[in-house]
């Protein structure tokens, strides 16, 4: 028994390892690929614009949503010893940091990496991928390259617009159930902004973008068995983004503060 659970254990990491240096040889194939960003722009554009536009309404939402339940709880837990003039303060610092970046890249995992996954999942499987191979064309110039880097473009811009929307859902909560007025609200803010608050925020976005559309695409790229295999392919692509967001978000904070 002791034996077949470390042959498990070792299997298990022999296969993780596989799939780490497999997807960092693909992401390096796909920065290579940024050469020909002018000649391909076309494909850069129009993944931006299925990554970023069609995920606006959804991540606005949560960002909403986000900032209420933010300043909600602010009140809730500090509302007895600190005054109101800092509950805009400490929704902003929560959300800027850590709620509006994992947040997104949670939300964004599901709908993006998901999606994304997919899709290449099923190009895999009818072969349309080995088709491209055949024609000499570059699967991961056309396929992968314009996915990745418009995830690291558009995260970055979907999570500062989740932040403003949440600072203004938790104003509405303020100001409709406690009272606060604007100024109240956010005239604290400037006072105890920091430019590393923003830094850290768009370091992690990127990350978490690249994380979205690299797991996404090497999973796809390597699913396998049919239709059950794609079906497999996203929900592998899902939880490996996940977890590699949340692992990436105590490693970066760590490591930024």
């Known amino acids: 028994m002791l034996k077949q659970s470390i042959r498990g254990i070792g299997a298990s990491t022999i296969s993780g390892l596989t799939a780490f240096g497999g997807a960092m040889i693909l992401f390096g194939k796909a920065l290579a690929n940024l050469r020909n960003l002018v000649k391909d722009a076309h494909l850069y554009f129009e993944q931006a614009r299925n990554i970023g536009v069609a995920s606006l309404p959804l991540v606005l939402l949560i960002g909403a949503f986000t900032g209420m339940v933010s300043t909600w709880q602010a009140n809730y837990t500090a509302g007895n010893i600190m005054p109101l003039k800092y509950l805009g303060v400490a ?64 995260v970055p811009i979907l999570v500062i617009l989740a932040v403003f929307i949440s600072m203004f859902g ?77 692992f990436s978000d105590f490693f970066l904070g760590t490591l930024m503060f």
């Open 91 to 154: 929704t902003f610092k929560a959300v800027i940091v850590e709620l509006g970046p994992v947040l997104s890249g949670l939300v964004l995992a599901g709908r993006v990496g998901s999606s994304l996954s997919a899709e290449l999942g099923t190009m895999k499987i009818t072969e349309q991928v080995d088709a491209l191979e055949v024609l000499a064309i570059d699967p991961v110039r056309y396929l992968v390259a314009p996915r990745l880097i418009a995830g690291m473009v558009m």
């Open 170 to 246: 938790g104003f509405l909560v303020a100001n409709t159930f406690m009272g606060v007025g604007f100024e109240t609200y956010f005239g604290e803010i400037p006072i105890f902004f920091k430019m590393k608050d923003v830094q850290v925020m768009l370091v992690k976005s990127i990350a978490f973008g690249a994380i979205i559309c690299l797991v996404g695409a090497w999973v796809g790229m390597n699913a396998r068995g049919g239709a059950e295999g794609v079906g497999e392919a996203t929900i592998k692509s899902f939880v490996a983004s996940a977890l590699l967001i949340l």
